[in-house]
């Protein structure tokens, strides 16, 4: 899991265009109060819900949190996240560009028949991803952050940031995050793989938030 060491910039494969997992809908985060998890198929996001707080076709917005990869640079690691996302009914936005084509047959590989199940928005860009955050908090998940992330406090619209796995997450975005958490290793190690990572805090997140799928 390297989420915080800034590299230089090298060409990305996909330019990570602003449509979701069918390729037929602008890029958009719902409101912090107005999202539906999904556990059957990619769901196109629609801008009207955000204009009933707390709300989804009538009905109170489940607790829960959303999980966004930065620039991510290894298809198997984006593949076994897509797949534990849609497992818990996580939605998942793709900041690009991303270092490897969306039809990568690795990607395919590691998130199987998951991934027509996954909940996926697609960003061209960070400064698209940031235009649609609105008042949710943006958790990035680094070996230099300063809470365990046991030790913190959850809350419904919550976005964990996992930052690319060869070059982590740059000043900007670090500086962007309200908070940076870590995961506790043994002292002399220094990361765990990224997908092991994001499992284990969507966990925690979901076990505060009594967010599991029933």
Not at 44 to 51: F, G, L, M, T
Not at 81 to 87: D, H, I, K, S, V
Not at 114 to 124: F, G, P, T
Not at 196 to 211: N, P, S
């Amino acid at each position: 899991m390297r989420t915080d060491k800034p590299g230089p910039a090298r060409p990305r494969p996909d330019s990570g265009g602003p449509f979701n997992a069918r390729g037929d809908s602008p890029a958009r985060l719902p409101s912090a109060d107005s999202f539906s998890p999904s556990a059957h198929a990619p769901k196109i996001h629609d801008p009207a819900a955000d204009r009933a707080p707390g709300h989804v076709s009538g009905r109170p917005a489940p607790p829960g949190v959303r999980l966004a990869l930065y620039q991510p640079d290894i298809p198997g690691n984006a593949g076994n996240m897509l797949r534990t996302a849609a497992g818990l009914g996580v939605p998942v936005d793709l900041i690009g560009p991303l270092g490897f084509a969306f039809d990568d047959k690795r990607l395919k590989r590691a998130g199987m028949d998951y991934l027509k199940c996954a909940d996926i928005v697609r960003h061209v860009s960070w400064e698209a991803f940031r235009q649609g955050l609105g008042a949710r908090r943006l958790l990035l998940l680094t070996t230099r952050g300063e809470t365990a992330y046991t030790e913190f406090r959850f809350r419904p619209g919550d976005v964990i940031l996992m930052g690319r796995e060869s070059e982590g997450a740059s000043e900007h975005v670090r500086a962007a995050a309200q908070a940076r958490l870590r995961i506790p290793l043994r002292p002399g190690l220094r990361s765990l793989n990224v997908a092991a990572a994001a499992a284990m805090v969507l966990g925690e997140a979901l076990r505060q938030l009594d967010g599991f799928p029933p």
